[in-house]
C-alpha cells in the first residue's frame, strides 16, 4: 500500500490528535508541529503530500507558511488545507494572499475533512 505523508501543525494539541487519527485512517504517515518554523522544517526535509495547518499560531503564520511552501518549487506539489475558528473562506480570500487547496473552519468535522483529503490526494 502507497503510504502517503502529512505535516500538521496547530497550537493547539487537541487539533492535531484529531487531525493526525483522521489521517492516519486514510493511511498517512503523520508528523506533527506546534509552530510554523518546526513545520517548515518537517515540510522541507519530509516533502509531504499534505501540510495542515492552523492559519493564526506563534512564530510563522500558516499564511506565510502557505507561501512559503507553494513558491519553492520543491515543495509546490505539497497539497495544503488550512484551518481556521477566526475567519470564513469569504474573509480570508479577502484578507489572505496564499491560495491554499482547501480550507477548513472550526469546530472541525472530522469526516468532511477525510472527503476533503480523500479529493485533494487520493483520488
Given at each position: 500500500m502507497i503510504k502517503y505523508k502529512a505535516v500538521i501543525?496547530?497550537?493547539?494539541?487537541?487539533?492535531?490528535?484529531?487531525?493526525?487519527?483522521?489521517l492516519?485512517?486514510?493511511?498517512?504517515?503523520?508528523?506533527?508541529?506546534t509552530e510554523g518554523k518546526k513545520a517548515l522544517e518537517l515540510v522541507q526535509d519530509e516533502k509531504p503530500d499534505l501540510?495542515?495547518?492552523?492559519?493564526?499560531q506563534p512564530g510563522l503564520d500558516g499564511v506565510r507558511l502557505c507561501n512559503l511552501i507553494k513558491k519553492d518549487p520543491q515543495l509546490s506539489h505539497t497539497k495544503i488545507s488550512l484551518i481556521t475558528g477566526?475567519?470564513?473562506?469569504?474573509?480570508?480570500?479577502?484578507?489572505?494572499?496564499?491560495?491554499?487547496?482547501?480550507?477548513?473552519?472550526?469546530p472541525v468535522d472530522m469526516t468532511?475533512?477525510?472527503?476533503?483529503?480523500?479529493?485533494?490526494i487520493l483520488e
Amino acid at each position: 500500500m502507497i503510504k502517503y505523508k502529512a505535516v500538521i501543525v496547530d497550537d493547539d494539541i487537541k487539533i492535531i490528535i484529531l487531525v493526525e487519527k483522521a489521517l492516519t485512517e486514510l493511511g498517512f504517515v503523520v508528523y506533527s508541529a506546534t509552530e510554523g518554523k518546526k513545520a517548515l522544517e518537517l515540510v522541507q526535509d519530509e516533502k509531504p503530500d499534505l501540510l495542515v495547518s492552523d492559519i493564526l499560531q506563534p512564530g510563522l503564520d500558516g499564511v506565510r507558511l502557505c507561501n512559503l511552501i507553494k513558491k519553492d518549487p520543491q515543495l509546490s506539489h505539497t497539497k495544503i488545507s488550512l484551518i481556521t475558528g477566526v475567519y470564513n473562506r469569504t474573509s480570508f480570500k479577502l484578507q489572505m494572499d496564499c491560495e491554499p487547496d482547501a480550507f477548513i473552519e472550526k469546530p472541525v468535522d472530522m469526516t468532511q475533512f477525510q472527503e476533503t483529503v480523500k479529493r485533494l490526494i487520493l483520488e
